[in-house]
């Protein structure tokens, strides 16, 4: 931590730091009248000062000093500049010095000015940087110097602390000396120290300040930009005596600290060589963490999401959330068998859903710590949105009800950037819960690493400041103050719904686990944690000492923890299977049968009234609000709409909104999120409408489907896909009933959340049995627009679907249904607006839920070909896993030489293609929409169809890329191998797309020449790109 050196050095005046002169920052007089300001010895931060004065005059002539109310008059009578002062009565009716210093003193008032502008930047100077002096770290170890570089290499490693007020030398930085301490100096209204006293002796300033700012609590805060909130802040902090509690209150703290401490030293006791990754060295997070639950509860708060890593997890499950101990303890036994799907990692994965009364507030309060992988941090968002979606279902529009509290480790706080991705969303309106608060678990380590090579900040914590978010450091050795500091926190929360960061300096007393040996690379910081006596111990003695517990009481609170710890252990042992549905996050009440099962299996159709889609496509063609001027392009848009409601047919804006609509009508809330959603990247969309002439102004038409709708909620994101994409699966968890989608702004762009797609959203259920119904728009398609604004990269997305390429399911009935059951996710790749219509409308009304990736186009967007009819929207319609082909090909199967099967947008280039080679007759092209789960029945019916036709799959992504490595095997294995597939595609590449328009349409007309190239595939000629 940080280099502890004394206050003589760290709190000198910046200026001085630097080995400059003082300066000194000339601030405008705001409201002293023109005499006053003009007076010439109050230049410079005299003028803050005497503002001050002058304000507590015009109050009261009687609250300033007699010289001060002399002054002022003159001045106010316009008496000229240098003529306003007048000297002093004698020094022995001055209030604010002390006596036995008047005597010797001759009266000067630009002295005492000085000096007490001198005690108000000493006052600041705490304020701003004790927290570089508190006594924060319990090993009194050092690697920071905050003066020098952030990690300062020329810091010794141990320190020696010395008490501020005896290095008066300190005070000559700001022109006061030994013989000031006495004297007694008016208190600025920006400090709390005084309590009832508005003027201290100096001595006694100091010592008040470093009570406030330099012991075990480090407050950094003064970069908060607003007046209020810091005032606030000093208030909590400064007032003298607020660290006291009432010895119930410390009981209480005692308990709980037994019960950390015991509980970790139960599972090593019992599982010595088992990892838990223990809490050891920070044992004060139980009663943090319950301290800011029990706090938040009393100020209304029902519900708390939480989301944290591995240390501590297991206490944290068992002491803060109450999962019976047995459930714990069986985990450690290999012999458990599962009960159902599930990675069975429970322990340090699993997440927890809890409804119980608050011993405290006495009211009930629902805990749920989230499911994560073990990737760090990236759970953050995912929490986030799942308090949003709480909230938004609640109401909770101030986030009184339902709270997040994040757990951080210190090289992972300051190391990943979905952090700072997630702290970013912390203010947005649609993205806000209105406040988290988040806890650092400090040991000063990561792993192997020490924070001198895991951080170029001085504090892990230092991410917080982009969000003014306080931050308070604090000695995890010293329980009252981490009491102290979680209460602080979680009233913050709820006076200003901000987040706040608590950052427990502690130690870990062990190895990265408990099996790793840290002495290898920690040698001394090691030989200081083995000196380190336990935090229980201590506090315990001084409670014993403090007369709050007898030692005897104390002893008899650990033996009846242990014995619960020893009971539980013994029913443990009678639990023989493991039910991975008790480790739920969040349950969807009702949404499946008791036994988890869905309520049936199969899906209505997805088709809808021709009335509805008339009344949906009226409304996304107007606008419903009066005197409402929008953009005259806009106007052009709208009444195309309309002309397509007339003629009866979608693009694809229009499906969408017939999906979306219908939904919402049905009380389905709907959010769509993402870059520039509300417009549409390509701007297509246009789901909010602007009034060209007030700012401001907006409406969203969706939102005037009929009155009983569900809300429609569309928001353009911050520009991070991490965060943004998380945040949107933590909301879709929440609830079944909703269709939550979040739309990139190119395809290319998801792989910056590709965590979240490969740790949550392909293998979330698998993992978890936690179904999830996300929807993922990425816009996708060859264009010539280069390498990076080309490919969704479908290759990643199909190479993580758990259908086996090479068995051909038994093709029942309902093997469409059954297929959508088992998979992990559905890949999908529309070609017209009605199918992507019904496959967003599919994923509410189908009785379970499945992630959806829907590639979406860009040029289709308007192409005059790519509309649907009303008629394929209608009641009785469905998706259309697989579109035959539906020209002269179908009507005359056995003419057919080809059958061509390909996905989204080369399909249009392909019939484009046919027809100028007139070939309708003997080339068959056939649509996969639904890429996953493969429709293997429908694929048989189509390649039976065509018996006399050879095989080829056609797309216009790489060879290594798109869907062919997917697609071709799964083909062999539905016609039972008997013909080989042949590609017609590009060449196999290392980037998706070339960036020269020209090469572009080279490679596309090649592909459509070997498509179409009967002779292409000859054994004898042929070139080894196409091989089967
Ligand atoms: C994203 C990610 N990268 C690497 C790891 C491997 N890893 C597991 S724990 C750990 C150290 C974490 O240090 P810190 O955040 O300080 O937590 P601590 O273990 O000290 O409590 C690392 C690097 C991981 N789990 N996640
Ligand atoms: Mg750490």
């Known amino acids: 931590m940080h280099r502890f050196t004394t206050t003589v050095l ?161 005070l000559g930085y700001y022109g006061l000396a030994e013989r000031d301490l006495d004297k007694v100096f008016r208190l600025p209204k920006t400090t709390f120290i005084g309590g009832d006293d508005s003027a201290l002796p100096l001595r006694e300033i100091i010592r008040r300040l470093e009570m406030a700012y330099c012991q075990h609590i480090g407050v950094e805060f003064m970069f908060i930009n607003d007046l209020e909130q810091c005032q606030w802040i000093r208030q909590k902090f400064e007032t003298p005596g607020v660290l006291q509690f009432a010895h119930e209150e410390k009981r209480t703290l005692l308990a709980r600290m037994i019960r950390s401490t015991r509980f970790e030293e139960f599972l090593q006791r019992k599982w010595s060589s088992e990892k838990r990754f223990g809490l050891e060295g920070c044992e004060s997070l139980i009663p943090a963490l319950k301290t800011i639950i029990d706090k938040s509860s009393e100020s209304g708060v029902e519900s708390v999401i939480l989301g944290m890593p591995h240390r501590g997890r297991l206490n944290v499950l068992a002491n803060v959330i109450r999962k019976e101990l047995e459930q714990i303890f069986c985990q450690f036994e290999s012999k458990l068998e599962a009960a ?43 929490v986030q949105g799942k308090t949003k979606a709480e909230q938004f279902y609640l109401g909770d529009t101030e986030g009184q009800k ?25 203010d947005l309106p649609s993205y806000t819960t209105h406040g988290t608060i988040h806890v650092v678990v400090n040991n000063q380590i990561g792993f192997t690493t020490d924070p001198r090579m895991a951080r170029s900040s001085p504090y892990p914590t230092d991410v917080a400041r982009v969000v003014n978010a306080p931050i308070f450091h604090v000695n995890a050795d010293d329980p009252e103050a981490v009491m102290y500091v979680c209460n602080v926190a979680a009233e913050w929360r709820s006076t200003f719904h901000k987040d706040v960061v608590v950052d427990l300096v502690c130690y870990r007393r062990n190895g990265h686990n408990e099996i790793d040996e840290p002495m290898f690379t920690q040698p001394l910081m090691y030989k200081q ?17 403090e007369g709050v517990v007898t030692r005897q009481r104390y002893e008899e609170e650990i033996s009846k923890y242990d014995r619960i710890c020893e009971e539980a252990y013994i029913r443990s042992k009678d639990e023989k299977i493991m039910h991975i549905k008790h480790w739920l996050d969040s349950p969807w009440p009702g949404f499946f049968t008791l036994d988890g099962q869905p309520r049936s299996m199969t899906c209505p159709p997805t088709g809808i009234s021709e009335d509805l889609l008339v009344h949906i496509g009226t409304i996304a063609a107007s606008v419903p609000e009066q005197d409402f001027t929008i953009h005259g392009g806009l106007t052009r848009i709208l009444r195309g709409r309309a002309t397509m409601v007339d003629q009866r047919v979608c693009d694809w804006a229009l499906g969408e909104y017939m999906a979306f609509g219908s939904l919402l009508k049905d009380g389905v809330h709907v959010r769509l999120s993402g870059q520039d959603v509300e417009r549409g990247t390509f701007s297509h969309r246009h789901h909010v409408l602007h009034d060209q002439n007030v ?29 943004v994409l998380g945040f949107e699966l933590g909301f879709a968890m929440a609830s079944p009933n909703a269709l939550v989608l979040w739309e990139a702004q190119f395809g290319d762009f998801h792989n910056t959340a590709q965590c979240i797609i490969d740790q949550f959203i392909s293998s979330g259920q698998t993992k978890w049995v936690r179904q999830n119904g996300i ?45 959508l059951y088992d998979c992990n996710w559905i890949v999908v790749n529309c070609s017209n607006p009605a199918n992507y219509f019904h496959v967003l409308r599919r994923q509410i009304l189908q009785p379970y839920r499945k992630p959806l990736i829907v590639f979406t186009p860009k040029s289709l967007l308007r192409h005059p070909e790519a509309k649907s009819s009303f008629d394929d929207m209608l009641p009785g319609t469905n998706f259309l896993r697989v579109i035959p082909d539906n020209g002269l090909a ?135 790109p196409h091989g089967f």
Request: net charge negative; aromatic share 8%; with cysteine.
């Open 340 to 382: 159902d799907e599930g990675s069975g990692d429970v322990k340090y994965h699993l997440g927890m859903y809890h409804r119980r009364m608050n011993r405290v507030s006495d009211k009930a309060i629902t805990l749920s710590l989230m499911a994560n992988p073990s990737h760090l941090e990236a759970v953050d968002p995912v």
């Open 402 to 426: 339902v709270m997040s509290i994040l757990l951080h480790g210190d090289a992972a706080f300051a190391g990943q950037g979905i952090v700072y991705e997630t702290f970013h969303l912390a």
């Open 529 to 545: 944690i083995k000196k380190q006596k336990g935090v229980l111990q201590k506090f315990a003695e001084k409670m014993i000492s």
């Open 890 to 1024: 179908a009507s005359n199967v056995d003419n057919v030489k080809r059958l061509i099967f390909c996905s989204g947008k080369i399909y249009y280039e392909l019939i484009r293609e046919r027809k100028n080679r007139g070939m309708d007759q003997e080339v068959a092209v056939v649509r996969l929409e639904q890429l996953s789960p493969f429709p293997f029945d429908l694929v048989k019916t189509e390649s039976d169809r065509y018996a006399n036709a050879d095989l080829v799959w056609c797309q216009e992504e790489h060879k290594n890329q798109g869907y062919y490595d997917y697609v071709k095997p799964r083909i062999r294995t539905t016609i039972q191998r008997s013909k080989p597939v042949w590609y017609a595609g590009r060449e196999p590449a290392s980037a998706p797309a070339t960036g020269n328009k020209r090469t572009h349409l080279l490679e596309l007309q090649r592909l459509l020449d070997t498509a179409f190239d009967l002779k292409a595939f000859d054994l004898e000629t042929m070139k080894p």
């Open 695 to 723: 700012d401001k102004r907006t409406c969203i038409p969706m939102n005037y489907i009929c009155p009983d709708q569900a809300p429609y909620t569309v928001c353009n994101s911050s520009l991070s896909e991490y965060g």
């Open 10 to 170: 760290k709190l000198r005046p910046l200026a001085a730091a630097q080995n400059l002169p003082p300066t000194r920052t000339v601030h405008p007089a705001r409201w002293l009248n023109a005499s006053v300001v003009a007076e010439p010895f109050l230049n410079g931060t005299s003028s803050n000062y005497v503002e001050e004065m002058y304000m507590a005059w015009l109050e009261n002539p009687k609250n300033v000093h007699k010289s001060w109310d002399v002054f002022f008059r003159n001045a106010n009578a316009g008496v000229p500049p240098g003529s306003a002062y007048q000297s002093p009565q004698p020094l022995g009716a001055y209030p604010l010095v002390s006596p036995a210093v008047h005597s010797v003193l001759q009266p000067n008032m630009e002295k005492v000015v000085e000096d007490h502008l001198a005690v108000h930047s000493l006052i600041r100077e705490y304020q701003v940087r004790g927290h570089h002096v508190a006594k924060l770290d319990p090993l009194e170890i050092s690697c920071v110097d905050f003066d020098d570089a952030p990690n300062g290499g020329n810091s010794s490693f141990y320190s020696v602390f010395s008490s501020r007020c005896e290095q008066m030398l300190c």
């Open 775 to 819: 929807v993922l728009l990425l816009p996708h398609g060859m264009e010539g627009m280069g390498p990076e604004h080309s490919s969704a990269r479908p290759e990643r997305f199909l190479q993580m679907c758990n259908d086996d390429p090479d068995v051909l399911p038994m093709l029942t009935e309902d093997f469409a249904a059954q297929q």
